[in-house]
């Protein structure tokens, strides 16, 4: 293994790739922050416990360590959201709700592809209506028009409506079945029936769960569909869900999944997955977890959504859509080295808004010029030049082009 090498799993972003990932994330801060939601900023690591408390799989991918100081394990954040829980239990224990928090970083997870994932999420914590639920579609939708997205779909569904099914159907090895639910695995849910002896009317209704897919007309077949309590509540709440999105002009980026369980251990109601049909990942999940932050001390029902900002970025380069970034705009060269001057120069330049670097190598002035245009600037500025006067420079707009002769001054009048 060499020196430069890196663990499998992780990412190195260089300047460029670093520089379109600040826009990804400072245009969706933009939007948050329009709709009340306020930055927090999450340790790290935390004790193991505050993650395993909310969900056990989340002890089994954490990287963990042992505190030297307390001998308690710790871990990596594996998760953004039971932080989130906890800070509003602990923190805010005597502030009223509503709470609209953002947050952006990275989690790390020990699995064997990506281990390292950038998300930029944001919650809605003390509101139980379904128009919380549908504000954080509605802010998915605004962040990701302004990011220049049109395809993309949101894929809302209901953890509460597949649990009811289930129960109504008395499917045994329950999580199994879900497994192949999300998995779409039609052959391995036809073999786990076979082997369990489901009879033929109880089929029926698994294979109309599995169509339950597309818009608002598999609401009314899933209410119709299944008779108990649990699922048709959940049915009139993803009415009156769409209702609302309806409502904002919405309707035509939603569609409705019921025939899975998306989303962590901990979610309990209306769950979202946002899709795009040129990346073969979701740009984003979250859902409704009412139960979590009780187990930090505080029942708060909550809803929320983390966008991987990896995948995001991705999307957005092969649509092309990151091009427009802050170019890098004057590179100063001053031939004597005369510091005061330069650093004069470049102080009235940056006062005027100008990105401005210094060439602090020792080589010859061509090289420079080359080296500058190669590294993106828009204008060269050479300083003590043969033949100039005192007050004039060199400007050079192209790299193999004529300079034009200028007083200094002019630089600054210009711009």
């Not at 199994?176 to 109880?202: A, M």
């Not at 649509?319 to 970034?325: C, D, E, I």
């Not at 005027?352 to 010859?364: N, P």
Request: charge should be negative; proline fraction near 3%; glycine fraction near 6%.
């Amino acid at each position: 293994m060499g020196l430069t090498e890196i663990p499998k799993g992780f990412k190195t972003l260089l300047p460029e790739e670093a520089e379109k990932r600040e826009f990804i994330l400072k245009s969706i801060e933009e939007v948050l922050s329009l709709w009340g939601y306020r930055l927090i900023s999450p340790p790290t690591i935390e004790y193991l416990s505050t993650f395993k408390v909310v969900d056990d799989s989340l002890e089994e991918i954490s990287f963990k360590l042992v505190d030297r100081f307390t001998g308690k394990l710790m871990a990596v954040r594996a998760d953004f959201t039971p932080q989130i829980a906890r800070i509003v239990a602990s923190s805010f224990k005597d502030d009223e709700p509503p709470f609209r928090f953002f947050y952006k970083g990275k989690i790390f997870r020990d699995v064997e592809n990506e281990r390292e994932i950038f998300q930029f999420g944001f919650e809605l914590i003390g509101v139980s209506e379904v128009e919380a639920d549908a504000e954080i579609v509605a802010v998915v939708v605004n962040i990701l028009e302004k990011l220049g997205l049109e395809s993309f779909q949101i894929d809302i569904g209901s953890s509460e409506f597949v649990e009811g099914a289930l129960e109504e159907l008395e499917i045994p090895d329950k999580e199994k079945f879900l497994q192949l639910l999300s998995h779409k695995d039609i052959s391995g849910i036809e073999l786990f029936l076979e082997e369990r002896n489901i009879p033929d009317n109880k089929r029926k209704k698994i294979e109309a769960l599995l169509e339950l897919y597309g818009k608002e007309d598999v609401l009314y077949r899933a209410y119709e569909l299944f008779e108990n309590e649990k699922s048709r509540n959940a049915v009139k709440k993803l009415k009156e869900m769409f209702s609302i999105l309806k409502s904002y002009g919405f309707e035509k980026k939603v569609i409705f999944d019921l025939s899975e369980k998306r989303g962590m251990e901990y979610h309990t109601g209306v769950t979202f997955e946002v899709f795009h049909p040129l990346s073969g990942f979701s740009l984003g999940i979250g859902g409704r977890y009412n139960e979590l932050l009780s187990k930090f001390g505080r029942n708060l029902p909550a809803t929320g959504i983390a966008l991987n900002i990896d995948t995001l970025q991705s999307l957005l380069e092969k649509k092309g859509l990151l091009k427009s970034l802050e170019k890098q705009d004057f590179y100063i060269i001053d031939l004597k080295k005369e510091l005061h001057k330069a650093y004069e120069v470049s102080k009235l330049l940056r006062g005027k808004g100008y990105s401005v670097a210094r060439d602090i190598v020792k080589r010859d002035m061509k090289s420079s010029i080359e080296i500058a245009f190669k590294k993106g600037f828009e204008k060269v500025i050479i300083l003590n030049a043969e033949g100039l006067a005192e007050d004039e420079c060199l400007l050079f707009i192209k790299e193999n082009s004529e300079p034009a002769k200028k007083k200094i001054k002019e630089l600054f009048e210009q711009s």
